[in-house]
C-alpha cells in the first residue's frame, strides 16, 4: 500500500473548562455549593462574599462587593382551579399579595439580641447514646476494676437495639490480654448489666430481654407467672395470637392467657431503640412555591442564593499592575466572571425546571398525592428544551417548599399505571389510595393485597396483586396477617 497525505474535515463536542465548571455547580447541593465556592474565593482575590449581616458592613466595603444577582422573572405562575383559597397558606400570617419575608426570623433575633446583651439563644442538648447513657450508670456502681472492665467491653458490644449478638469467645477475646476472664465471669457482668436502664439491655435474645423484664415486676403482679411461663416456652403461639391454643397448652383460661399476652406486649423487645440516635438533615428549601389569586408562584429563595461578587479594590489595582502579575490578575478576573455567570445560570435553570414541574403537578399541590400525575424526566426536559441529564442533575438534592411541605424535586416524578379511561396514575397517588384503604380497613379483618388491587380496580385503576405488594413493603405496610395479629 502507497503511503500518501489527505484532509478530513470533521466536527466533535467539547467540553470547555467553564461548561463543565457550570455542570458541576449544576450538580451540588446548597451546601455543597457554599462550600466549594468558598474554597474558590480563598483562592482568588478577586471574589469576595458579602457580610451574612449587612448592618455590620461598612459603607465603603459595601460598595466594593458585588452581591450575585437573581433572575429578574424569579417569579412565574401557572394556572390552577379559582376555587382554592389563596390565603390557605402564607408566610408570617400575610396576606395572599404580600411577599414571604425570608429573613423576618433571622431580623427580628438580630434586634432582639441588640435590645438586651444579656439574652442568649437556647441550644438543644445532643441526645445521649445508649452507650454513654449505660457508661454513665456504670460509673455510679460500685463494681471492681475487673467487672467494670468487663462491663465497658460488652457496652461497646451492643447493638442499636440494645442486645448483644456476638459470640461468647469474641467478647473474651476483646478483653484485655492480662485480664484472663472467664466465661462465667463475662456471664455475670451481663446479668448485671441487664438490671441497668433500661431493663433488657445485654440480652442474648428476645426471651431473654422480656424474661429480665418480667422478673423487675413485683411479685404479686397479676399474670407474671404465666406470663414468664409463655416466655419460656410459647413465644411462637404469641406471635400468632392463637389465645385458645395457648391457655390449652398452659392448662390455664383464656382470659388469664389473653392477660398474660397483654402484659407481655406491654414490654419492650428493643430497649435501646430509645436512645438509638439517627441522625437529622436539615435542609433549606431552594426554591418557594406559593399560590396567589387562584395561581401557583414559584420564586428563588434569596437566602440560599450565594452573595458572591467582584472585589472592586482588586479590579482596581489590575489597570496599575505590570508583568506577570497584571496577567494574572487578568486571568482570575476572567475565571471570577465566569463563575459568577455560572451561578447565574444555575439559578436560572433551576427557577426554570421548578416552574415546569409545578406546572405539571398543581393538582397535587391543591388536591394531595391521591391527585399527582405520573411524570418522568424526558417530558420536563421537553418542555424547558434541555437534557434529560442535565434535569436529573438540577432536581438531585434541590428542595422545594409547599403548603404540603417540603419536598425534594425528585418527588414529583414517579411511573405511570394506566387506567380503564385509558389515562394513567402515578406510583404515589397509587401507594396515597393503598394507604387510605389499609386506614379505613377493619383491624380484624384487613384487606389482603388481592383485596386492595380489587378495590382499585373499582377505582379504574388496573394495578396486578404484586405490584400492590411491591408498593405496600416499599411503604412499609406489613402483611395483612401480621396487621390481623397487632390489631
Known amino acids: 500500500m502507497k503511503p500518501g497525505l489527505q484532509f478530513r474535515l470533521n466536527q466533535q463536542l467539547t467540553l470547555t473548562p467553564q461548561l463543565q465548571q457550570a455542570i458541576r455547580l449544576l450538580q451540588l447541593s446548597q451546601l455543597e455549593l457554599e462550600a466549594e465556592l468558598r474554597q474558590i474565593a480563598e483562592s482568588n482575590p478577586l471574589l469576595e462574599f458579602s457580610d451574612d449581616n449587612p448592618e455590620d458592613v461598612d459603607g465603603e466595603e459595601r460598595e466594593a462587593i458585588e452581591p450575585l444577582p437573581i433572575p429578574s422573572n424569579s417569579a412565574s405562575s401557572t394556572d390552577t382551579s379559582d376555587d382554592a383559597d389563596p390565603s390557605e397558606w402564607s408566610d408570617g ?61 460488652l457496652i461497646d458490644a451492643l447493638n442499636p ?75 411462637e403461639l404469641l406471635a400468632r395470637n392463637d389465645i385458645a391454643r ?24 428493643r430497649p435501646g431503640a430509645a436512645l438509638d440516635v439517627t441522625p437529622v438533615e436539615y435542609v433549606a428549601p431552594d426554591v418557594y412555591a406559593r399560590k396567589e389569586t387562584g395561581r401557583w408562584r414559584v420564586s428563588l429563595n434569596p437566602d440560599c442564593q450565594p452573595r458572591l461578587g467582584l472585589n472592586q479594590h482588586y479590579c482596581g489595582l489590575i489597570a496599575q499592575a505590570r508583568g506577570t502579575d497584571a496577567s494574572w490578575m487578568r486571568g482570575q478576573l476572567q475565571e471570577a466572571r465566569w463563575l459568577i455567570k455560572s451561578l447565574e445560570s444555575r439559578a436560572e435553570t433551576l427557577l426554570k425546571v421548578a416552574e415546569a414541574i409545578v406546572r405539571r403537578q398543581s393538582a397535587f399541590l391543591d388536591y394531595g398525592p391521591e391527585a399527582m400525575h405520573p411524570l418522568v424526566l424526558r417530558e420536563v426536559a421537553e418542555e424547558v428544551g434541555m437534557h434529560e441529564s442535565t434535569i436529573s442533575r438540577v432536581t438531585t438534592r434541590k428542595y422545594i417548599h409547599t403548603p404540603r411541605g417540603t419536598f425534594e424535586l425528585k418527588h414529583f416524578f414517579s411511573s405511570g399505571v394506566s387506567t380503564e379511561d385509558g389515562g394513567s396514575a402515578s406510583a404515589t397517588a397509587i401507594q396515597a389510595m ?54
Open 93 to 153: 400570617g400575610g396576606t395572599a399579595e404580600d411577599p414571604i419575608d425570608f429573613s423576618s426570623s433571622s431580623a427580628s433575633s438580630r434586634n432582639n439580641s441588640n435590645a438586651d446583651d444579656d439574652s442568649f439563644e437556647p441550644q438543644s442538648a445532643a441526645q445521649e447514646t445508649l452507650q454513654e447513657h449505660l457508661l454513665w450508670q456504670l460509673n455510679l456502681t460500685h463494681m471492681s476494676v475487673r467487672d467494670r472492665t468487663i462491663a465497658a467491653v
Open 161 to 235: 437495639d440494645g442486645y448483644l449478638v456476638e459470640s461468647m469467645e469474641s467478647l473474651i477475646g476483646a478483653l484485655p490480654a492480662d485480664l484472663k476472664a472467664s466465661a462465667a465471669e463475662v456471664e455475670h457482668v451481663r446479668r448485671m448489666l441487664q438490671r441497668f436502664d433500661p431493663t433488657g439491655v445485654a440480652s442474648l435474645d428476645l426471651r431473654d430481654c422480656l424474661r429480665v423484664q418480667l422478673e423487675q415486676f413485683d411479685l404479686d403482679t397479676p399474670h407474671r407467672e404465666l406470663a414468664l411461663r409463655v416466655v419460656d416456652s410459647e413465644l
Open 246 to 269: 395457648l391457655a390449652r397448652k398452659l392448662k390455664a383460661s383464656e382470659d388469664d392467657a389473653a392477660a398474660a399476652a397483654v402484659l407481655i406486649r406491654s414490654l419492650d423487645p
Open 434 to 487: 393503598l394507604r387510605k384503604l389499609v386506614d379505613a380497613e377493619d383491624p380484624r379483618k384487613p384487606l389482603s393485597d388481592q383485596a386492595i388491587a380489587e378495590e382499585l380496580h373499582r377505582k379504574g385503576i388496573q394495578v396486578a396483586r404484586r405490584t400492590v405488594a411491591k408498593y405496600r413493603e416499599a411503604m412499609r405496610i406489613p402483611s395483612s396477617s401480621e396487621r390481623q395479629r397487632a390489631g
